[in-house]
Every structure is written in C-alpha cells, then in structure tokens.
C-alpha cells in the first residue's frame, strides 16, 4: 500500500526540458540514418514515446511492443514475457526502443535480443529514467534522461496498479511492504 500521494522527483518542466534535450541529439544522430522505427514499450512508454516523437525533426515511424516482467508486483522476477507483438517488420530499419524506466535491466535485455534476431540496420535504446543502483544486467542504454535512487516512481506514463500514469511530472510512493 501506498501511504500517501506521490511526492515530486521530477518536475513537469524538468521532464519538457530533458526531452527536448534528448529530442534534439536524436534528431542529429538519426538525420543520415533512415528510417527510423521508434518502438515503444507498452504501457509506460507511451506518455514519453507521444512527446518525444513530437519534438523529433527529423521523419520516423512509431511502433509498440509490450512485454511484462513484474504482473502487478513491485519486484522484477528477471522473467519478461512477451504480450504483444510489432506490427511492423524491422529489418533494413534503425530502430530506437523507447523504455519509460529501466530497473534491473532484464526487460531491456530481452527486447533488445528479440529484436536484434530480426536484422534491424541497427539497435539502439532510450530510457528516461534508470535506477543505477538496482541494474542486474549489463545492458546498453544510449540515452538517458535522469538517474534516480532506488524508489518506485509514477507518473508521466508511469503506474502503481495502473494509477498515477497521467500525473504530469514524475513522483514516488512510499510501498509500506518494501525492503
Ligand atoms: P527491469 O526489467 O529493468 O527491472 O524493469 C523494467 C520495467 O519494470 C519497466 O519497463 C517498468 O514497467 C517496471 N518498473 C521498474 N521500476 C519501476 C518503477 O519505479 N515504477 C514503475 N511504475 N514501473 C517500474
């Protein structure tokens, strides 16, 4: 159980400014590189995926994927499972996986294994959040937007038991049965 609301991590305008930010190293680093496929990993992605696809400059398509590794827990089990698939074929493409958050990394990993297998022109990963302290696995990430402490964090895309998803800046609730 959550004890209170959220308390603020992130501001609203801390987050408009680093995806600007990232918005615009991506549109440098991708203006040779065509096309480009933005996937987003369902559902915390899709706030995130929605704002920085707006500020892109440069052309790219949007798919989604979604995985799920922790049921409704708050605990990753190191097992992701696959829900639902791309509709697009990736081959040929560069492709940029667009995670909400990455914890232990176990997510990420298998995305990026499952989608390296189907030949993409070349494989990159974004993250606007990363807890460094929890990484399990040694995984990739070429951009980042914050590094935060170990705390379970809602809001912009991000959900405890599906709330708090549309809260327009990033928080953290207090999880009574943590440890
Ligand atoms: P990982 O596999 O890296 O441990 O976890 C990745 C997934 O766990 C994320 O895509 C997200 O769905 C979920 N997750 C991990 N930490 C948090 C958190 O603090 N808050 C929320 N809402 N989801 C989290």
Redo the contacts with the bound molecule.
């Keep these: 159980m959550a004890d209170s609301e959220p308390k603020i991590l992130i501001s609203r305008e801390a987050i408009e400014q680093k995806v600007a930010e990232l918005a615009a190293r991506i549109s440098e680093d991708y203006k040779e590189a065509q096309p480009l496929l933005l996937v987003g990993?369902l559902k915390?992605s899709f706030i995130f995926l929605a704002d920085l696809s707006r500020q892109l400059t440069i052309p790219h398509t949007v798919d989604f994927i979604a995985v799920s590794?922790?049921g409704n827990a708050t605990k990753?089990t190191g097992e992701v499972r696959l829900l639902m698939d791309l509709r697009s074929t990736i081959a040929g493409k560069h492709v940029l996986v667009v995670?909400?958050?990455?914890?232990?990394?176990?997510?990420?990993e298998y995305l990026l294994r499952l989608l390296r297998a189907r030949r993409p022109a070349s494989l990159k990963a974004c993250a606007l959040v990363r807890?460094p302290d929890r990484r399990k696995v040694d995984v990739t990430l070429d951009y980042v937007g914050f590094d935060i402490p170990d705390?379970?964090?809602?809001g912009y895309g991000?959900?405890?038991g599906d709330r708090y998803r549309t809260l327009p800046y990033i928080g953290y609730v207090e999880l009574a049965e943590e440890s």
């Design positions: 990993v915390g590794s922790y990753s995670e909400d958050i990455v914890d232990t990394g176990y997510t990420l807890k705390k379970w964090v809602v991000l959900d405890w």
